[in-house]
């Protein structure tokens, strides 16, 4: 078992930035890659970012693509979200998760593609 605490959420004006952090504990040396996907009320969870644990390796969609950096630090079993630029738009709730399988990096996109999620963190961009 996997466990995922997120952290760093808040409010930011537009055009701020934020960090988001995720920590994770168990069997997390299983872990194959680490994802952030956000969810607003009504609408499905949306894909984020991802990065595989061995390599390093990430990939976004193209509404993130240039303000937002994944990032992570193995030796802490934390993965990083770095958000700049932010819009209202982002507004929502971030949710990190994690796998331990091991798929083309833009499979990641779909959330079945994870095991674990963490209990989301709110993130709100004022205009």
């Known amino acids: 078992q996997v466990q995922l605490v997120e952290s760093g959420g808040g409010l930011v004006q537009a055009g701020g930035s934020l960090r988001l952090s995720c920590a994770s504990s168990?069997?997390?040396?299983?872990?194959?890659?680490m994802g952030w996907f956000r969810q607003t009320p009504g609408k499905e969870r949306e894909f984020v970012a991802v990065?595989?644990?061995?390599?390093?390796?990430?990939y976004y969609p193209d509404s993130v693509k240039g303000r937002f950096t994944i990032s992570r630090d193995n030796a802490r079993n934390t993965v990083y979200l770095q958000m700049n630029s932010l819009k209202p738009e982002d507004t929502a709730i971030y949710y990190c998760?994690?796998?331990?399988?091991?798929?083309?990096?833009?499979?990641?996109?779909?959330?079945?593609?994870?095991?674990?999620w963490g209990q989301g963190t709110q993130v709100t961009v004022s205009s």
């Open positions: 168990g069997d997390a040396f299983a872990i194959n890659a």
């Open positions: 998760a994690a796998t331990p399988g091991y798929r083309e990096i833009s499979f990641y996109r779909w959330a079945i593609s994870f095991d674990y």
């Open positions: 990065i595989r644990r061995s390599d390093g390796s990430t």
